[in-house]
């Protein structure tokens, strides 16, 4: 497991070699690498929910294995999934729009992803030992965002599959399961603390 943990600190480290294909892809090819980019920002973002998710339901035992994989290494997942995501913007709306010189549009969809990027750059600077004791207490608050921006996210990828595809997307199931599940363990979490 610790050679694990190594390996995902050593890939957060070498993360923005992410944006180097950026320069070298064709139109096509760039827009199917952002997509890609996305999709996996959006599995390290699901990740990063589960150790907690888990504790809350009371399932740390079941799950022990598990959350000793994720915690240790939770904030580089974090941090990977902001580096995905900011990949994710560069190829679908930043380079497009400079290489063919696009009026500024921000439709729902897009407005939903800018929101939750900036957010998550506001986790991303944050996701270090300094921050941590500057912050204090008002780290733990400031990373409350994260259940925001997961509604976010659904948004964005809702909207765009129903945009693009006219459907809604495998993508967008999974995030809203997650986010209702999230919901669900906090509410269970808060009956167990009045009750």
Known sequence: MKTLHKIIIWLTYSSPVLFLPLFFLNISERRDYGKLAGTLALILFIITLIPSMIRRFGLAKEFNLLIKLILPVRRQFGILMFVAAFTHYLAMKVIPTLQFSLPPSLPPYQAFGLVALIFSFALFITSNNWATRKLKSNWKRLH????????????????????????????????????????????????????
Do not use: D, P
């Open 144 to 195: 409350r965002l994260t259940y925001v921006i997961g509604w976010l996210i659904f948004g964005h990828v809702l909207l765009g599959g129903l945009r693009s595809e006219s459907e809604i997307s495998l993508q967008a199931i999974v995030i809203g399961v997650v986010m209702v599940l999230e919901v669900a363990s906090l509410i269970k979490a808060r009956v167990n603390v009045l009750g």
